[in-house]
């Protein structure tokens, strides 16, 4: 088969390197990461357990996923600016903002999600 067919192994290998690499440098460098890292140890088990059924679980754990997704990419972004200048500039602030609001989102859907699936349970 040849290398760049649908099942070429050493570029999967490339990718998930490339990813592990990503997720050290965040745990490493952005302190919020750590936290919501910190968050997601301590409330992915506590999901696991307190959800009925694979869906509850999902929503409780994946929420959770969600939140570290969405820091990554907002400190991507804000990488990414810093990397063109560190004087102030509209569109600089203005792209870092409207990421960390993602990332507030991603924090206020785990809250909803989880007041909402517990309160079914225990409500």
């Given at each position: ?6 099942f ?10 490339y ?5 050290k440098t965040?745990?490493?460098n952005?302190a919020a990461f750590?936290?919501?890292?910190t968050l ?8 696991l357990?307190?959800g009925r059924?694979?869906?509850?679980r ?14 990554l ?11 063109i200048?560190n004087e102030?500039?509209?569109?600089s602030?203005r792209a870092k903002d409207i ?7 991603s ?9 909402l699936?517990?309160f079914?349970r225990?409500?």
């Open positions: 088969m040849a290398p760049n067919g649908l070429d192994l050493r570029r999967v290998w490339r990718a998930a390197s990813s592990v690499s990503g997720l965040a745990l490493a952005e750590r936290q919501e890292m997601f140890v301590l409330l992915a088990p506590l999901g357990w307190l059924d694979g869906v509850e999902s929503l409780l754990v994946g929420s959770l996923v969600l939140v570290l997704v969405v820091e990419l907002n400190s991507a972004i804000e990488a990414a600016v810093n990397r200048g102030p500039h509209e569109l602030g990421a960390s609001a993602a990332v507030f989102l924090l206020l859907l785990v809250a909803l999600v989880w007041v699936v517990l079914d225990f409500g």
